[in-house]
């Protein structure tokens, strides 16, 4: 037993090792001015941070849609949608969303957290089995701990490991899920859907898949890298946020009628929280409505992503050589990834460090994210800055 006292003593301790580490976070004050643009420590810079791919948060559709059902029906939603009900914007999301994704149902959570982890506490059980990627989201991993199912991690997209524990391990169980990012938020690479679709069918497992970041930027008409790799829709759960590509807030799962109406009954973050605002969602119904037809823009986004990576290698710096708009760029500690981030943001550019627990101890970053409306002359500019900052640390 402890003392209060030592209880508080406790966690300052920790907060100082994680300073010495080179772990500590803190909020920084900052007004974003645009889809490249943010203030940062009161000063106006170019920031390649935003998860918001399509640029749709600034755009002019979008916006107006969100202010026109604001100024109309206000701000908040005030309840639960199953204790004050379902809103017409409520409802033409998830129309938009079931066709969008050519499902026959949608849910829109909170959160994308919400939304995965709500969906894994709902259908896998202490009977079931688990696999998750070891590189899976935060609220994938911690979804998949509520649930009580065994968990078996397997190496980041290793099919053989994978595989392997499925041949082990699949008849002792009730059920098998398969469950993994589609893009995967900090190494910018892409989980390999087609085999893991083949793996589901060999194996009688049903595959749940975070399309998060990958949701309006890769696939036919931005639906993903579930329809980009043709995989079965009937072996798969889907995921997504509205917090990305999408560009407004939210989460929500696709699929078929029986699942959605099973988690409006079993998801606790869904039923027992607030839906989201009115605006919000006829905001992401508009986003999505204009999205689907925006190829060129996605296309412009990952040539322009394809370049950037080919410079960051010749700058001798490292990096993955996939095809995505998320870019790493390895260090070796913690601490040379804030170094490297503060160098930038002295030059007017800002790039955020990503350090444990956000990654692996030895897996420290800056993320470099692009949208679609930084241009070459953007990308010049970091690639100019990072070879100043290398060439003055020789």
């Avoid at 420590?41 to 399509?54: C, T």
């Avoid at 910018?188 to 049903?206: F, K, N, R, T, W």
Wanted: hydrophobic share 40%; charged share 20%; net charge neutral.
């Amino acid at each position: 037993m402890i003392h209060p006292e030592e209880f508080w003593a406790g966690l300052a301790d920790d907060l100082q090792e994680r300073k010495s580490q080179g772990l500590f976070r803190s909020l920084v004050s900052s007004r974003h001015v645009g889809p490249t643009s943010t203030i940062r420590h009161g000063k106006e810079v170019l920031h390649f941070a935003s998860n918001d791919y399509l640029a749709m948060a600034w755009n002019p559709a979008v916006c107006h849609e969100y202010h026109r059902i604001a100024s109309t029906w206000g701000v908040g939603s005030g309840a639960s949608p199953l204790i004050l009900g379902a809103s017409e914007e409520y409802r033409n999301l998830t129309i938009a969303l079931s066709s969008w994704h050519h499902c026959d149902s949608a849910l829109v959570f909170p959160s994308g957290y919400a939304a995965n982890f709500g969906t894994l506490a709902a259908l896998a059980c202490p009977e079931d089995l688990i696999l998750s990627d070891s590189l899976n989201h935060a609220c994938l991993i911690d979804g998949c701990r509520i649930s009580k199912a065994t968990l078996k991690i397997y190496p980041h997209c290793n099919l053989n490991a994978l595989d392997q524990l499925l041949k082990k391990h699949r008849s002792e169980f009730r059920m098998a899920f398969i469950v993994t990012d589609s893009l995967f938020s900090m190494d910018g690479d892409l989980a390999p859907m087609a085999q893991i679709d083949s793996l589901c069918g060999q194996y009688d497992a049903i595959g749940l898949v975070d399309e998060a970041h990958a949701a309006g930027v890769l696939g036919p008409q931005g639906q993903g890298l579930l329809g980009q790799a043709q995989c079965d829709p009937s072996r798969w759960i889907k995921t997504g946020t509205l917090s990305k590509a999408v560009g407004c807030s939210g989460g929500y799962v696709v699929g078929s009628q029986l699942l959605c109406e099973t988690l409006l009954h079993r998801a606790r973050p869904l039923v027992f929280s607030t839906a989201l605002p009115p605006a919000v969602l006829g905001a992401a119904a508009k986003s999505i409505e204009i999205l689907q037809s925006m190829d060129a823009q996605r296309h412009s986004l990952l040539e322009l992503s394809n370049h950037l990576r080919r410079e960051l290698q010749n700058l001798g710096l490292r990096t993955r050589l996939d095809t995505s708009p998320i870019l790493p760029v390895y260090v070796d500690d913690p601490h040379q990834a804030i170094e490297l981030s503060t160098r930038l943001l002295q030059e007017g550019i800002y790039v955020p460090a990503i350090r444990p627990p956000t990654v692996p101890a030895d897996r420290c970053l800056l993320r470099i994210s692009l949208n679609a409306a930084h241009t070459p002359q953007d990308c010049q500019r970091l690639l100019d800055t990072l070879k100043r900052i290398k060439s003055s640390s020789k």
